[in-house]
């Protein structure tokens, strides 16, 4: 995509982004229209969904929810399943002409979900989206498949961009920590001897209070994302550092195939077996406002350079336009 220009997007009530935008209309041209299909009232349909929906319509391609569309309905179309509620019958979907695409993001948490060796998308879907290289390298190799497979890293939320593009970015004399995520998902104890050192705000979220949470972000300089589940560690989407990069601070977070997929393997915030949390954050404190601080915080500036929202959508379109 080509000749772009910048353009102004409303992608929801309050959230406006920054998007390069085509002046092509033939290069942006959908022939088939796209229902996304999900948990609606999920977060993880807000950004696999709604976001992409309210962006593709401004593009001028035909998108809405299929919440109130049955996908057996449709013909000639193309059809999003975002992580979860994929029918049994995707075949006979395809046989009405419809093309198929399925969001992975998280699903391998479910027990039929991406690495169930029968999963119901693995060769039936014209598109699989996985949010990085470690999941799809661990799809494929519990059995190979005949659908084309592409790693879309995803974004932070555009709230947040939107917010940030709104009051900038805030200035701290000292290092400030917090976690911001569903509370169950952190692995607490892992920093129970940093409390003299520095002190950790959580910022408890539910898939219900995610907008009157992001102003706080502004008040901390340093993410973490040390999970409770191993698994969760090694193939999770990084929405997590991506927020971090956006909100122009350092994470600290556990080392593995795909952490390093974004992050050089010299990033000095990196948990492993020869660095445990007590030591990263001890490291973090000692190196804050110094140059391998800032060196690290303009690396997190290409990061969230590289895995936008605008980016993001640019690459789906281009899905898009292979399929119809």
Known sequence: ????????????????????????????????????????????FKLGGQYLISALNQFGIKAESGENTGPEKLHDAILVFVKECIPENLEELKTNGNKI?????????????????DFIGRDIADYLIFPNQALLDRFLAIKDTISNCIVLYGFADPAITSYFIRTGKQTLDTLRC???????NLDIESFKNTGQLLKIERIPLTEFNFTEHVKKLRNFNMHIDIRQNKRDEAYKPLTKVFIAAQCSSNIIIRRS???????????????????????????AYALYNKNQWNDSLAFMDEVNNRFSFQNHIIKFIEILQKLS
Request: one cysteine or more; glycine letters at 4%; proline letters at 6%.
């Open 101 to 117: 695409i399925i969001d992975i993001q998280d699903n391998f948490i479910h027990r039929k979900g991406a690495l169930y060796p």
């Open 178 to 184: 917090c976690y911001f995520g569903f509370d169950y």
């Open 257 to 283: 195939p795909r952490v390093l997929e974004v992050l050089p393997d010299d990033y000095p915030f990196l948990v492993d077996d020869k660095n445990d949390p007590q030591s990263i954050m001890e490291r």
């Open 1 to 44: 995509m080509s000749n772009r220009i910048r353009n102004i997007l409303r992608i929801s009530k309050d959230v406006w982004i920054t998007l390069n935008k085509t002046t092509s209309q033939n290069k942006c041209s959908i022939a088939k229209p796209v229902y996304f299909f999900g948990n609606y009232k999920l977060s993880s």
